[in-house]
């Protein structure tokens, strides 16, 4: 079992930049590959961005060049560090955990969920 927990989230102007960390307790996270999925509001979950267990990294391309995603020291922690937000960014964004040999951009190739924090980009 894997548990969850993001943080990071806020209130940002258009341009500003956010770091999101998602801190996981239970089991190794060392073997998963870790995603970050927002949703806004009346629209369905989209994928943001993901690190798979062996490094690799993907994103959408509504952010590629504006936001990163990188591991922890302790391999508990995974970060998304946003930058030059934009008003569209704005949504709950969640990470999620998925013990697959290869990335999945759909929520179906996670198995554990956190919460969610909320990022609002204001104008």
């Known amino acids: 079992q894997v548990q969850l927990v993001e943080s990071g989230g806020g209130l940002v102007q258009a341009g500003g930049s956010l770091r999101l960390s998602c801190a996981a307790s239970?089991?190794?996270?060392?073997?998963?590959?870790m995603g970050w999925f927002r949703q806004a509001p009346g629209k369905e979950r989209e994928f943001v961005a993901a690190?798979?267990?062996?490094?690799?990294?993907y994103y959408a391309d509504s952010v590629k060049g504006r936001f990163t995603i990188s591991r922890g020291h302790a391999e508990k922690t995974r970060y998304l560090q946003m930058n030059d937000l934009k008003p569209e960014d704005t949504a709950v964004y969640f990470c999620a955990a998925g013990y697959r040999l290869r990335i999945d951009t759909g929520p179906s190739g996670y198995d554990y969920w956190g919460q969610g924090t909320q990022v609002t980009v204001s104008s």
């Open positions: 239970g089991r190794t996270f060392r073997s998963y590959n």
């Open positions: 690190i798979s267990w062996n490094g690799d990294t």
